[in-house]
């Protein structure tokens, strides 16, 4: 099975992410960054202690804090509107500590234990990766590869006209991932908003009973998604998606080109994600990243609701 650290901002699709890795046989998380970004550090924090009760995640995986602000030390915001007061939607959080939680510095002891098989997937703010790549390049440019859910490439952001929330959130942060990290596959709104999950899929994963706060999750989720856009028929999943994009990229078209992010800080086209296709882009040698710019959705479809109702195939 696949060896993931992951960093996220436990919110609600951050959510969906881990109930799916938890049912999946073939992915295994071995530790969890909690960051700031949909909801506060110490909210993401808690909410790991919650749903480390309910799954049966082993006990033992790492919880370590991440970054509280980004690089640049603003004051985050945060989207209790989509994700609820805590990051769980009505679901708050009791705060029994169920785990330990470690100290940032544990992130290189998990890199150092799984070596080469680790692989690094961010589903939040690239803050804690960034500073990962500050403290430690050697050691992070080794790790095989890294599946990063942000960007907005030629369609427009969620958060602004430009911006994807990840890449807007910390801008600074993705230039210096991208700019150090080796094989990066991101997984940006392109490829995400296609992963649509509708009432009537979560109907269908609440009857397997494999996990009850999932609908509870999604209905809140989805009312944010559908005020804001009627003719939507549920709510995507980006970081589900990113997650699976490490076990079955066949759902997935790829291109790779150089990537360009704005950290124009004050600006308005701040975290906005450029791909130069220009065919003689990249005749300088420029890195460039493995974009997911489209699903097959039938393919993503059963492949969710096989895991998700515990009855996985492939
Ligand atoms: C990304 O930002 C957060 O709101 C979600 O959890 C996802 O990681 C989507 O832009
Ligand atoms: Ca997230």
């Known amino acids: 099975s696949k060896k993931v650290l992951l960093f996220g901002d436990i919110g609600i699709d951050d ?3 881990l109930i799916y890795a938890s049912l999946n046989k073939d992915i295994e998380i071995v530790g969890i960054v909690a960051d700031y970004g949909n909801v506060s550090r110490e909210d993401a924090v808690s909410n790991i202690y919650y749903l480390m009760k309910l799954f049966d995640f082993p ?6 804090r991440g970054a509280e602000v980004p690089l640049t030390g603003e004051e985050p915001t945060f989207y209790p509107e989509i994700h609820g007061e805590h990051g769980l939607g009505p679901i708050i959080p009791d705060d029994e500590q169920t785990v330990i ?6 992130i290189v002891q998990i890199i150092e234990n799984y070596k080469d098989e680790l692989i690094i997937v961010n589903i939040g703010r690239l803050t804690s990766l960034a500073t990962m790549f500050i403290l430690y390049r050697d050691l992070m440019t080794n790790v095989k590869e890294f599946y990063i859910m942000g960007g907005a490439f030629w369609i427009p952001g969620n958060v602004t006209t430009v911006a994807e929330a990840n890449f807007h959130g910390d801008p600074v942060a993705v230039n210096i991932v991208l700019t150090y990290a080796n094989n990066v596959t991101i997984i940006p709104l392109n490829a995400t908003q296609q992963a649509i999950v509708t ?3 979560v109907d269908y994963i609440e009857q397997f009973g494999q996990t009850k706060i999932f609908k509870p999750l999604m209905e809140y989720y989805t009312r944010f998604y559908q005020e804001r856009d009627p003719s939507l028929q549920g709510s995507p999943v980006h970081d589900a998606l990113t997650l699976i994009a490490t076990i079955y990229p066949e759902i997935f078209m790829f291109g790779s080109y150089p990537v360009i992010i704005v950290d124009d800080l004050g600006g308005p086209s701040r975290g906005q994600s450029i791909a130069d296709t220009r065919p003689y882009s990249n005749n300088n040698g420029e890195k460039t990243h493995r ?3 489209n699903i097959d959705y039938e393919k993503f479809f059963y492949h969710f609701l096989s895991v998700m109702t515990g009855q996985q195939t492939n």
Do not use: C, S
């Open 291 to 293: 974009i997911a710019f």
């Open 15 to 17: 959510t969906v992410a």
């Open 59 to 64: 006990r033992g995986i790492p919880v370590i």
């Open 199 to 201: 009432p009537e899929m």
């Open 101 to 106: 939680i470690e100290n940032f510095l544990e």
